[in-house]
C-alpha cells in the first residue's frame, strides 16, 4: 500500500474515532460523596452527601460542603430540615452550625444541581461515665509512664495531627486505620488499661 493510502487509512480511522466520542459525550467522574472517615460506618449511597460544612449563604440559599479536596455547592429552600440529635429545625439553623462540622445531607436533583431537603449534624459520641477518664488521673499516668502506670496511650487523630504534636508515649492508631492496624498496635495483654484521645468531641 502506498503511503499516502496508509496516512489517508490512518487519518479516516483517527476521525471515525473522535466522532464516536464526541457523539457519546464527555464522560465525567463522579464526584466523592462520602468523607474517608464517614465510610468506617457508612457505605457511600447517592443522593447523601458526608462531608464537612464550609459555609452557608442566606442570600444565595446554598451552602458549601467539603468532602476531602472536593467543594459541593448544594442549593437549598425554606423547607429544608435541619437534624440535631432528635430536634429539628428549618433552613435557619443552618446559620449556627459551625465551620468544619460533620454533616448528612440528603439531597435531590443529582450531581450537577443539588437540592438539600435534609441536614443532618453529627452529634458527639455519648460515653459512659465509668469509661471516661479525667485529666487529674491522665496527668498522673503520664508521669508514671506506660510501663509503671500499666497503661497503652493512643492518639486516634489522623497521622498528620499526630505527626505536629501529641502527648508524650502515644502511639498513633488512627480511627479510620483502625480495623487494619488494631491487631498489630493493642497490647497483648487484654486487661490492660487503654486510653484513647482525639481532637475533641465526634
Given amino acids: 500500500m502506498p503511503k499516502s ?3 489517508s487509512a490512518v487519518a479516516a480511522t483517527g476521525a471515525a474515532t473522535l466522532a464516536l466520542v464526541l457523539e457519546a459525550g464527555p464522560v465525567a467522574a463522579a464526584k466523592p460523596n462520602t468523607m474517608e472517615s464517614c465510610k468506617i460506618c457508612h457505605q ?3 443522593g447523601v452527601l458526608r462531608g464537612k460544612m464550609v459555609s452557608v449563604s442566606g442570600e ?3 451552602m458549601n460542603v467539603t468532602i476531602g479536596p472536593v467543594v459541593w455547592i448544594v442549593k437549598y429552600g425554606d423547607d429544608l430540615k435541619v437534624k440535631e440529635g432528635e430536634k429539628i429545625s428549618g433552613a435557619d439553623a443552618l446559620k ?3 465551620r468544619d462540622r460533620e454533616i448528612a445531607v440528603s ?7 443539588p437540592v438539600a431537603v435534609q441536614v443532618a ?4 459520641f455519648k460515653l459512659a461515665a465509668e469509661k471516661i477518664i479525667a485529666v487529674e488521673q491522665m496527668l498522673e499516668l503520664a508521669a508514671q509512664g506506660p ?3 500499666k497503661f497503652a496511650l493512643f492518639d486516634s487523630r489522623p497521622g498528620p495531627m499526630f505527626a505536629e504534636g501529641h502527648i508524650p508515649g502515644a502511639v498513633s492508631l488512627p480511627y479510620a486505620s483502625f480495623k487494619e492496624k488494631a491487631a498489630a ?3 497483648a495483654d487484654k486487661g490492660a488499661l487503654l486510653i484513647f484521645y482525639c481532637a475533641g468531641e465526634t
Fill in 107 to 113: 439531597f435531590t436533583g443529582g450531581e450537577k444541581a
Fill in 60 to 62: 444565595f440559599k446554598s
Fill in 121 to 124: 449534624v453529627k452529634q458527639p
Fill in 5 to 7: 493510502k496508509k496516512w
Fill in 96 to 98: 449556627t452550625i459551625t
Fill in 185 to 187: 498496635l493493642l497490647p
Fill in 147 to 149: 510501663d509503671t502506670g
Fill in 44 to 46: 457511600a449511597a447517592d
